[in-house]
Structures are given as C-alpha cells and as structure tokens.
C-alpha cells in the first residue's frame, strides 16, 4: 500500500511526454533513408569531379580525394568537347537560357491572360473550350512530335531557336492555363464585380486587381515552366538545331563523345553544372511553391 | 423601345417585367417594381428567392432574359455598371487586397480619370463621414470587420451616385458589430437622402432599416409594404410566418357562426372574431389559421380564466431573455408561444387562461394561406 502512495503524481498541466515514440523513430527514419538515398549519388558526383583521372582510376569510388581540383570543373565548362566543337559546355548554357527565357515569359504572359477569360468572361463555348484545353493536356508528346516538325518546317524556322521556343510555348499552355483558370476562379467572384462597378475593364481588372493578389500562382507557373524547359532534351535535339542545342544535349553529347579515355570527372561535373539551375529554383523558391500549390488546394 | 414609366421625375429606380431564368429555373418572374427618390427599400427573403438576382440585375452585372431597368428616368438595360450611376457593397467587402484604403475608395474615380485634387477632396470627404481618416494609409488585411465594410461603403460613396446597393452588407459580422453598423447605414441614409437598395435575409435589419419592405418568394414580390404594414397585416401566411421574431403563432381553426357575427372555433371553443378587420370572406365552415404574434396574446391567471373568450393552456416551457419572457404553452395539442414582461414567473405545469387580441389578429385561409 505504502509503495504506491510514496510517489503520487497529480496530474496538472500539460501531460508529460515520451522523449521519443516508436512512431516518430519509424518516421524519421524512413525519411533518413530516403534523403540518403537521394543524396548519395549528389556526394559522389561532387566528389568525383573534384578528383583527377589518377585518383578515379586507383582510388575508392566512395572516399574523396585529398587533393581536390577545380580543373574538371574548368574544362566542363570550356573546352570538353561536343562532337566536333571544343568549347566546354557553356555555349549550350547560353544556349538554354535563351530558350528558357522567352518560352516561360510568353507562356505564362499567353496563359495567364487565357485563364483569366476562361474564369472570369465566359464566353459562348468557354466550357467546351476549357475542356478541350484540358483533354489535350493528356495527349503524349511523342505524337505530335514529326507534325510539329512539319509544321516548323512549312512556317520556315525549323532548327532555329524561335522553333524550340514555339514548341515550349505551346506545350506549357494547357497545364498553365488550367492552373491559372483554377487561381482566378478561386478569388471571390465579388472582387470582379466591385471592380466592374469601379468601371475597371478587362485589361485594368487583370493588371490592377488580379495580377497583383496571383503572385504565388505566378511563382508556381515560373517554377514548372523553368526546370521542365531547362530539363528537356527531346525537344532541343529536334527543334533547335545543332548550333543551338541546350545544355541538355551538349550534356549527352559530351558524356557520350569517346576519344579514347573516359573522363568521368570532366562528365560528372558538367552534369552538376546543368543541373544546377533547376536545383537552385527550388532551394530559393521553395517557400513560395509550397505556399502556391497549397493556395491553389485549398480554395480549390 | 417602350414607353418609359409614367412620373419617371419623381422615381429613382424603377423595373419592367424583368424576368431572369437559367434553362427551365426561373429565378425572377416577370418583376415590377417602382422605387422612388430617397427611398431606403429592403429587398428581404430567403436565400434562393432572387433579391440577390434582382440586385445584381439593378446593378448590371447580370444581364435579365426579359424587361428593363431604368434609373432616374433612363433606360439602363444595356448599360455597363459603372454608367448607371450605382454603387455597390458586397457581403464579402470585396476590398482590393493589394490597395491602401485610400486607393480602394479612389480606384473607381482613377480609373475614370478624374483629376488628383478632385479624387482628394471626395475621398477627404467620404472619409470624414464614415470615420476612416486614421485608416487610410492600411491595408484592408489591417482592418477589422466593420471598419472593411465601412471602406466599401466609402468606395460607393466617393463616387457620388444616385442609388446605392448593398447585399447582404451585415451578413459576415457578429451580432454586435451588425447592430452598430446598421444604425450606422440608417444614419448615412438620413444625412445622404439617396435612395438605397438593400438585400438581407434579416428581418430586424429590414425592419429597422427600411422605408419599404418587399417580401420576395420564389422570384416574385409576395407583399410591398412600410415595416408596419408588413408586421402587423401580412397579405399571407408566408409573410406573416418570415417577419417576426420569434415567429407568429398559427393556430389551426374553422371560421363559424355567420357572416355577420363571424367566430373562430379552436379546438371545441368559440372565439368572437365580429372586431376583425377582414380582408375577405371565406366560407362558413372553413379551415384557417388563426395567427397571433406572441406579443398580441394576454396571459390570465386566478379567477380570470374563466371569462368569456378565455383559453384554457398549460405552461410547458419558459425562455427568460431578460427584457421579456417567451413562455411556450400547450393549447389544446396545439403549441404556441407567448411573450409576458419579464416579471412574471411561469412554472411548467401551470395552467393559465389564454386571451387573444382578435384586432391585431390574422386570419389566413388555411388553403391559399392568403390574409381573410
């Protein structure tokens, strides 16, 4: 009796809590493991452009050097050869961001405004159109691939940089336009009618009332349209012609040029250097995607 | 077109079989309605009735199926919102997020491109009389409430316009806050003298509010009327049922006696009804519905109860609200509510005599439901 009445614990306040429940110990490390398995090959991709080909031939492929070395870095960027051309990967970085830039802005500038019209000035067959917008977005690429070089070709641009950036153009407009057709259906419907009352037009309610409540849709847009444009490879090969292939392509065609040794430092370098964009999209914008997609959710 | 309506100087609005439908729904029948200058008309019924419609129909932003809008003697059906000479306050606010108070009342007056000085003074003004001048460099994310409701107000008023519309303007505050708000926009109306055009679904809000009531109902105006009118001789048993609070008692009867001397048989007993003021005639014999608003029946107690006329009810439920006491009570298998001065104590149990006010009665056809 006495044993139990020594210590008596009255409850009061908050209920005190396990250091650690085997709940959260399963969590964390399934989440461990997978960010291992994630950041594995990112380590000895690093690693492994920082060492020479002495060091990838005799050495550990998990162990880093301990004479790192920017020179497989240097000649990623400048002089591994693209098939005949020896000017490093930089050319096709120029190259992708002019592909890059005009295709996201027109997309999004096109699909923006489509998705305003569609939410908010509905005309005769806007449902029909919606719909057809929305199937098409389904469509596989591939099929349309050879008539739209057909296409390219008779309009007089193919394997010229405005065919590629066309070709993104189209292709990002479905997707976008359901995005921002769902955003601006989802701001109250009052909002356009005071703004209508105001005697504010269709331009002025886009630019002065819309636009400016949308920037998280609009970073969300930015986002998707960046790191999938800057990541194609199918498109750039086929449209853009040798002279203006983006990263992508020098990419392969540099990891695949066989001139006797494989440089495995020089690749995997030049491998982290086209990535790099996109990656850097997400660690900066990250916030703000997460906080789109969720506005977008949410208000449905 | 048509001819304009007749004494269109005097009217500020006024509507010609305006019908709005979707497909087979329609949600305004062939609508008629004459607003004139100054008035402070509330537009009251459920949701789903079409006052909403019709407001939006008034402002533009919907466009009717048939009929047509004038607004101060002109025909405004196909003009856009912003050349009606309207102003508008939404449920919502409807506050533009990313503007500062100042540049959500002066957006309407920029976009017309009326000079700096001007757009000044008139915000300036319409500052000073809805109390905004501390606020006018916020956001309306900084705002409360009443004060976001009072900027869309504010938004209208600055535009210097001949009718003012509102929907729902109360419906998203609490209790405290609508009640300040409403004298508030009673207040506005006296010192402005525009006329008004306010949807609710609150009967007080209509009630204190309104020059004129129009009880709407599946997209047709069941009674126009001033609040008393409304109150005290609804024209059927839907209106008398919607105005009031708490609701009028209706209690299931057969008219009898003769044309003459008409009596109202409830449950077994007569009641005199000859002080009744009819609206018309239903046979002898017929069902009907007697209504009485809680307040219009008189408790008896001790020897009282056995007077001629006299009731007998038990007491099954008391609801003290402080001013007054809502007392429930069993009529026969009939349930109705009684409202008694606060200082009255009822217990449950109780048996009390029950004595109806016959003048400020209703009598409904219990078929048409319409006011006998």
Known sequence: MSNIVSNPIIPSGPKPKKFITTERAVVYSVLCICAAFFLFPLYIMVITSLKDLDGIRYGNIFVPTLHPSLGAWNKALFHACTGLYCQGILPGFWNSCKITGPSVIVSIAVASVTGYSLANWPFKFSEGFFTVLLVSSFIPYVVMLYPLVLITRWLGIYSTLPAVILVHTIFG???????????????????????????????????????????PIFTVAVILQVTGIWNDFLFGVIYAGPTNYPMTVQLNNIVNSMEGVKEYNVDMAATILTGIVPLSIYFFSGKYFVRGIAAGAVKG | MSVSPTAAKSLSVSIRGLAQSYGALQVLKELDLDIPDGEFLVLLGPSGCGKSTLLNCIAGLLEPTNGQVFIKGKNVTWEEPSKRGIGMVFQSYALYPQMTVERNMSFGLRVSGMNKVEIEQRVK???????????????????????????????????????????????????????????????????????????????????????????????????????????????????????????MNFIKATLGGTIKAPTVEVSGQKLDVSDYAFAGMAPIGSAIEFGARPEHINILRGKDTKAKGVFDAVVELVEPMGSDTLVWLELGKQKISIRVESSQIMRPGEHVGVQFRVKQASLFDAQSGERL
């Open chain 1, 173 to 215: 407009l479905p997707i976008l336009t359901l995005l921002f057709r769902n955003y601006f259906s989802s701001l109250p419907q009052e909002l356009f009618k005071a703004a209508r009352v105001d005697g504010a037009g269709y331009w002025r309610i886009f630019f002065q009332v819309f636009a400016p409540m949308s920037i």
């Open chain 2, 125 to 247: 003004r319409a500052s000073e009389i809805l109390q905004l001048e501390p606020l006018l460099q916020r956001k309306p994310m900084q705002l409360s409430g009443g004060q976001r409701q009072r900027v869309a107000i504010g938004r209208a008023l600055v535009r210097d316009v001949d009718v003012f519309l509102f929907d729902e303007p109360l419906s998203n505050l609490d209790a405290k806050l609508r009640a300040e708000l409403r004298v508030e926009i009673k207040r506005l109306h006296q010192r402005l003298g525009n006329t008004m055009i306010y949807v609710t679904h609150d009967q007080i809000e209509a009630m204190t509010l309104a020059d004129r009531i129009a009880v709407m109902k599946g997209g047709t105006i069941q009674q126009l009327a001033d609040p008393m009118t409304i109150y005290s001789k609804p024209i059927n048993r839907y209106v008398a049922g919607f105005i009031g609070s708490p609701s």
